[in-house]
């Protein structure tokens, strides 16, 4: 996540291998028992807090 958030498209490990598309990851948890797995997506939108951290 990370990377994407950070403008590492084409220069992933996993891209061009089984990831088609630059900008696209597929991760999972490493939960044995309850696993999950979810689709990332690099976006143009600019991260921005909108609220005040409690500390």
């Not at 597929?26 to 990332?40: A, M, W």
């Amino acid at each position: 996540m990370f990377a994407l958030a950070h403008g590492a498209g084409e220069g992933l490990f996993y891209y061009g291998d089984w990831i088609r598309r630059p900008g696209v990851a597929v991760c999972s948890c490493n939960d044995g028992l309850r696993p999950v797995i979810f689709k990332l997506e690099a976006t143009e939108e600019e991260a921005v807090i909108d609220y005040t951290p409690v500390r």
